[in-house]
């Protein structure tokens, strides 16, 4: 793990407090924050905003150029509503398979970013080599293994050579308190894939999956260079993967 520098100042936690950013109804927090308390739902989009700034601002120059930055899987824009703010200059893009929340952004954050509904599967509707940066937050942690490997791929054509991706993941720690069996059976996997109770407005897919570090490092290097893996690198809960296009 690299000790990463932290950009955000204190007078920028207050300016992120102070500042009033329009807030989806109940049930879109409910399906990215997992209830409807609008005080949670700001409080995890402002950390982990931070958590992607301090992450990019550590790898990019970000002073040089207008970067392309696409939010994969940004729901109701729980990340952007901050993070736009802490790169004014910076394009936005944002997609998710949910189309409600979508029109939501669509409607009511349209100066924050782009925003489209792509489809369960790829291709997304963009450019080869089109983003600079992407960050994918709380969604691999969700999908079963080949749509996983499907959205890899398809991540690598649409960001630059040179570019960057933050993924987060569930990682080891969530097994810490699991029976021995299914602990052993996961580290030797790498991968788990649980289905439990749906989530209302999300397709039948949408469940928890689990990566180990030895899983990532070995797998996902098909698609990218691994640069770095953050235990609990997201809000101290998800691990971070700090890819970078080959």
């Known amino acids: 793990m690299n000790k990463e520098t932290s950009f955000v100042s204190n007078q920028t936690i207050d300016y992120l407090d102070s500042i009033e950013v329009p807030i989806p109804y109940d049930s879109l927090r409910v399906r990215v924050h997992g209830d409807a308390y609008a005080e949670g739902f700001k409080k995890i989009g402002k950390i982990v905003s931070i958590d992607v700034y301090n992450n990019l601002k550590n790898k990019v120059n970000v002073d040089s150029d207008e970067l392309n930055i696409l939010d994969f899987g940004c729901g109701c824009g729980r990340i952007i509503l901050y993070l736009k703010h802490l790169f004014p200059e910076m394009n936005f893009y944002g997609t998710d398979i949910d189309s409600e929340a979508i029109y939501w952004c669509q409607e009511n954050i349209k100066d924050y970013g782009d925003f489209k509904v792509n489809n369960f599967l790829p291709p997304l509707s963009y450019n080869s080599d089109f983003f600079d940066f ?113």
């Not at 054509?157 to 602990?183: C, M, Q």
């Not at 996961?186 to 039948?204: H, N």
């Not at 030895?214 to 893996?229: G, M, P, R, S, T």
Request: hydrophobic content about 35%; some cysteine; charged content about 25%.
């Open 134 to 246: 992407v960050y994918v937050i709380s969604v691999f942690t969700h999908l079963p293994q080949d749509m996983e490997n499907a959205w890899l791929s398809e991540l690598s054509r649409v960001v630059k050579p040179g570019g960057y991706l933050l993924i987060s993941t569930h990682g080891e720690h969530f097994w810490d308190s699991a029976p021995n069996d299914a602990k052993n059976k996961f580290f030797e996997k790498g991968f788990e894939f649980i289905k439990g109770k749906q989530t209302d407005g999300l397709p039948d897919f949408y469940h928890c999956s689990y990566h180990t570090k030895k899983y990532v490092l070995k797998e996902w290097k098909k698609y990218f260079e691994i640069i770095d893996f953050i235990p609990k690198g997201i809000c101290n809960h998800q691990d971070l993967v700090v890819c970078q296009k080959k």
